[in-house]
């Protein structure tokens, strides 16, 4: 057997909420939508990861979402234009990314990050 992949599920009861954080902010497309689901993505490869932490690293919390961009900058500056609050960062970290945390509308916790 192989896993093809993994996918993240967030509830909420407003489906919407999505669209703006995490196609008009992080670029991704809708890839469904059946009303009571809408999936977002690439039509990019991508690899398949699933990752247990006691912690953050650098003693912050643990995300829910880490999410690899290829243009940390144009991430930020759509963040800090969308006047969503920056939790942590940007940094870079000893292990060989840049990131920064933001909260979406649900309240979960994301990881934006680079590698170096």
Not at 61 to 70: A, H, K
Not at 84 to 95: L, N, R
């Amino acid at each position: 057997m192989k896993v093809k992949r993994i996918v993240a599920n967030i509830e909420t009861q407003d489906v919407s909420k999505a669209t703006y954080f995490y196609k008009e902010i992080l670029g991704l497309d809708q890839l469904m939508d059946m009303g009571f689901i809408s999936t977002y993505g690439s039509h990019e490869k991508m690899d398949t990861q699933i990752s247990f932490l006691s912690e953050g690293g650098s003693g912050t919390p643990v995300p829910d979402l880490s999410i690899e961009v290829d243009d940390l900058d144009t991430a930020l500056t759509r963040v800090k234009e969308a006047e969503i609050p920056i939790e942590y960062g940007p940094v870079e970290e000893s292990w060989g990314v840049r990131r920064f945390y933001v909260r979406d509308p649900f309240g979960k916790l994301i990881n934006i990050l680079t590698h170096l």
